[in-house]
């Protein structure tokens, strides 16, 4: 039982390259996140899913797009970065059910220059 | 809109002694959870204790126990007897009870240093 693994852990960008953040999670949760983390700012929502299907906009969803085709996995597209997507970026899962954890992948560093 | 404050951004206790963090947050539900989880510096997140707000009774976990003030919108955490593995960056979290409970609304974080 793997819990929730991201991929990369590291990677560096230009101004205007695309990339797609890997998370998957392999404990059959229904509800999935991405976060970003910023210095002095805490860990603010990008875009969260609640079933296969189903994604909606949290906090910060500028510059950024999800799709879940599966359970499994809910990828995060920058579509052309910035650097102020510079950041740490975690991907959490839960089963949705009553005060429920979320589990927390490792976590992307990515630097855009 | 929800928010989340921790007003302390670093604290420092010695080993074997106790401290306490604190948290306040804004909203108008009147049902909602509320959580406390630890960055050390590996980066992972892990949950240290988690309170339902209907209930009265303060959540502890071993070490780890909060002090939840509903009308006054607090949620602060004691960590007794610190030990130096509790040095980590804690932060406060907040969500909707009902709805998506993966929309976690985190305040900015307190960095607590623990010295031998």
């Known amino acids: 039982n793997a819990g929730v693994t991201q991929t990369p852990k590291f990677q560096v960008l230009k101004t205007g390259q695309s990339m797609t953040l890997q998370c998957a999670q392999d404990?059959?949760?229904?509800?999935m996140s991405w976060y970003r983390q910023d210095p002095g700012m805490g860990l603010r929502l990008i875009h969260y899913?609640?079933?296969?299907?189903?994604?909606d906009q949290g906090e910060v969803p500028n510059g950024y797009n999800v799709s879940r085709s599966t359970t499994e996995d809910f990828p995060l597209r920058l579509l052309s970065a910035a650097p102020s997507q510079t950041s740490v970026y975690f991907c959490?899962?839960?089963?949705?059910?009553?005060?429920?954890?979320?589990?927390f992948g490792p976590g992307t560093r990515l630097t855009v220059l | 809109a929800q928010t989340v404050t921790q007003s302390q951004p670093e604290m420092s206790v010695q080993e074997a002694e106790t401290v306490t963090l604190s948290c306040t947050y804004d909203?108008?539900?009147?049902?909602?959870?509320l959580f406390w989880y630890k960055q050390p510096p590996s980066r992972q997140m892990i949950l240290v204790i988690r309170?339902?707000?209907?209930?009265?009774q303060n959540a502890t976990e071993n070490r780890f126990s909060v002090n939840f003030q509903k009308a006054a919108k607090s949620f602060s955490l004691k960590i007794s007897d610190s030990q130096l593995g509790d040095a980590a960056m804690y932060f406060c979290a907040y969500s909707v009870y009902g709805g998506a409970t993966n929309k976690l609304i985190f305040g900015t974080g307190t960095l607590l240093a623990v010295q031998p």
């Open positions: 309170q339902e707000a209907y209930k009265q």
């Open positions: 404990m059959n949760h229904e509800y």
């Open positions: 959490a899962s839960s089963d949705g059910t009553g005060v429920a954890e979320q589990f």
């Open positions: 909203t108008s539900e009147s049902d909602y959870y």
């Open positions: 899913s609640v079933g296969a299907g189903i994604t």
